[in-house]
């Protein structure tokens, strides 16, 4: 990805951030505003609730704060870190998150 510094953003050596959340079901709008957040991050969607992006200081910022701002309204929401066991999850993983951060602009 690209930094707003112009630097590139990707994993890596850095690994991988995960964002593991659960918003309540009522009202929505929390939900709503996560998905969308997480649409302009370039984040992929793993499953309900899980999301991930190359790690950086960056990313880590943009999760974090994110994080902070479901628990605030009500939700749970964890970050940690994470790296592929081998060569071939880590091309797997990149065949999944790439698309959808050059999509919206932010690849390599």
Do not use: C
């Not at 990805?1 to 929390?30: F, H």
């Not at 999850?89 to 690849?107: L, N, S, V």
């Amino acid at each position: 990805m690209v930094q707003k510094d112009g630097g590139s953003r990707g994993a890596g050596e850095g690994g991988w951030l995960v964002l593991i959340y659960r918003t309540p079901a009522v009202p929505s709008a929390l939900r709503v505003r996560v998905w969308r957040r997480l649409r302009t991050l370039g984040a992929v969607s793993l499953h309900d609730g899980v999301a991930m992006l190359p790690a950086s200081e960056e990313s880590e910022e943009d999760f974090g704060w994110l994080a902070v701002e479901i628990r605030e309204r009500g939700g749970e929401a964890h970050v940690l870190r994470a790296a592929a066991l081998n060569a071939a999850e880590e091309r797997r993983i990149r065949r999944t998150i790439e698309p959808g951060q050059r999509a919206r602009g932010r690849g390599r």
